[in-house]
């Protein structure tokens, strides 16, 4: 029977079949941070059990951590008791272990493919709902529960239901002044916050081939604020460029092996899935949410939309709680409103070529006086070095923009990278919702380009005009 | 984990939809190194006001809320990030069962493996219990039966995944039960380190 790329990677890391679809899922990968491995540890001493595989693991801090002064005891006593935790199971496990100032210290998905360690055709989790980001790679990556951490930690093994079959196909060229994070914006505004539950994803289409891997993971990444648990994309030669001499690739003859293996793992010509939704790139103009949910996006030369156009009436009581959240009013322009604060960062949009996309709109321009903090975030010590190697950093500085020190930063509100409350960010992370900048935070999730260009002009303007 | 068949509680409703995992358990709380005592933070904005004194609207702090095992909510409940300190936070109020139109697949299963019972009901179905919560009838819940009903009348039966019905039944913790098959996870391994030589390596010590 002719099968989809998710049914190929179910089938070859299935242990044992349970019956309706239940079935017992060998992990190849395990990515662990400071925030949600400390139970699983926990759990694991309490019950007596041994961890299965140490090999199958990276760790490393980037949830909790400051982005400046970091040579400074951290601020937060309780991150530091977590930071210090993660360290001390790491030793305790004899974990490869990446600490905070080491070059390979990241955003776990964004060191995870970086060390070679994301590879197609892997099952890889993680206790961070972003782990779809790995699905660029054509691996079944996805986030998991500290009971599930430790679950993975003491067998290495999963218990999953097999999910449905969704495939999103963006047609056509994308424009100039668009990149990927446009292209996942527009299709989670197309299938909505629940579009993809109970599925998952494949991306697939020539604007979806021609990403490089930076920008197929942006789309994975957010997989996730459409529903689904996991975002796949079929490798093919971009990804094998990607991954080639990376520390944990595989090397001589077993990358050869590797490869052949690696072409098998698309859908098949005939492969039914259970739902098929399609976009045309082209008519794809730079996208800015205006609400406190993902799919409450909009072309940036749209307006914030009345809430008596939604149908659903849950969906009109949310739309006027998220105005009121944000301080908007229906028919407002995108254009022209004013931020408070810039965020570029993230493992939706923090590998170098986002931080190129920033540089390339900043470059010999001034952050606006009304701006209070614009920060630049790089995803790992690996991409901060590249960036400095490129002189964006430089860019960066001159222009007024804060250049700091890798870690997941303004995404999240629960390090020292907060907004106040009433602020407005342009924000290049993943999610808009209530509070998650810092407590009263207003976000727009935007791409790098956009939110450069907002943090230049102290307010969102088109950047392909800009 | 304690077993669940069957319980009978009145009920909490809340009726948005989406709420999400911040609304559950605010990212501040998400520092703790341990599982328990979270429940003094759980829908924290929906009981407390930007001051921190008890909202006099709070549907958990006053009244039958205060005892209820039962919450009955919106559609797309649980979005957002895959945080387990939600239903830590849940449990740790006392509730053992949640009665929706829809989970987020990750807080459902998340669900499941801290001993709270998620029920997926059709729209009108919720409404009404939805309406019976409100007048604060008592809801039963029999998870041998899959059955809810008010007041020992209208049956509704729902449908629960077999293998995670005999965990909650049988208050089985999940690793205890996949380690009785640890022979199969190991003869998958020796067969993949053949097939994929290149996802296995040496660490040194
Ligand atoms: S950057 Fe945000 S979404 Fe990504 S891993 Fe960190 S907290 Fe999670």
Redesign the interface.
Known sequence: MAKTLYDKLWDMHLVEDRGDDVGLIYIDRHLVHEVTSPQGFEGLKMAGRKLRRRDAIMAVPDHNIPTKDTDKPNPDPMSAMQLAELEKNAKEHDLEYFPMGDSRQGIVHVIGPEQGFTLPGVTIVCGDSHSATHGAFGAWGFGIGSSEVEHVMATQTLVLKKAKNMRVTVEGEMPVGCSAKDIVLAIIGKIGMGGGTGHVIEFDGPAIKALSMEGRMTVCNMAIEGGARAGLIAPDETTFEYVKGRYLAPKGAEWDMAVAQWRTLHSDEDAVFDKEVVLDASEIVPQITWGTSPEDVVPITGQVPSPDSFKDPNKRESAVKALDYMALHAGQDMLGLKIDRVFVGSCTNSRIEDLREAASVIKGRKVADTVIEAIIVPGSGLVKEQAEAEGLDKIFIEAGFDWREPGCSMCLGMNPDIAGPGERVASTSNRNFVGRQGPGSRTHLVSPAMAAAAGIAGAFVDVRNF | MEKFTHMTSTAIALE???I?T??IM???Y??????TGLGKHAFE?LRYTKDGTLRNDSPFDFGAGKTSKILVV???FG??????HA?WGIADLGIRCLIGT?F???FA??CV??GILTITLPEEDVAALMRDAKAGKKITVDLEAQTVSVDGSDDRGFEY???HKYMMVNGL???GQ??L??D??TA??EQ?RL?????????P?
């Open positions: 948005q939809s989406n999400d911040d609304i605010p990212s501040d998400l520092k703790t190194i341990k599982r904005s919106g559609d797309n979005c957002g990030s895959s945080r387990e239903p829809s987020a697949d990750i299963s998340n493996k801290n995944n077999p293998q913790d999940e690793i996949t380690l098959v640890e199969k996870i998958f391994e993949q097939q994929s030589p290149w996802l296995y390596r040496e660490l010590q």
